[in-house]
């Protein structure tokens, strides 16, 4: 009896922690879309061709899943958010901070979904 008990408790929570899974991965997924466009808009351009070239590749499931938001040129993300010296007449060229804004707005962005939809489900 207390066996049955047990096992029913357990499906119970993984029934529970996988509605909370699916959830959570729909809206890390719109997150994502959101910041891979707002990424496109902020990122600097004399070409275009940096903007445009903005990935997202979606690693994992439902339990353990992550988006990865990358550029094809992934040579200038650090040089265009950093800075660097150009060599000929070692003169600095100034960052410009368009990355680490996105980041810090989807993480918070996330957090605050995440507790709402833990809080909807409790």
Known sequence: M??????EV???LKRY???IGEEMLAEAQVDAV???AELKKASPKRTGT??????????GGTGRFRFVIYNDVYQLT???EEGFTHHPDMEKVEGQTH???IQE??????EKEVERIIKNKS
């Open 2 to 7: 207390a066996k049955d008990f047990a096992d």
């Open 34 to 36: 959101a910041a891979r």
């Open 50 to 59: 940096y903007a445009k070239s903005w990935r997202l590749t979606k690693f």
């Open 10 to 12: 357990m499906q119970e």
């Open 99 to 101: 990355i680490e804004p």
């Open 105 to 110: 707005e989807l993480n918070l962005s996330f």
């Open 17 to 19: 922690c996988n509605g």
């Open 78 to 80: 650090y040089l265009l």
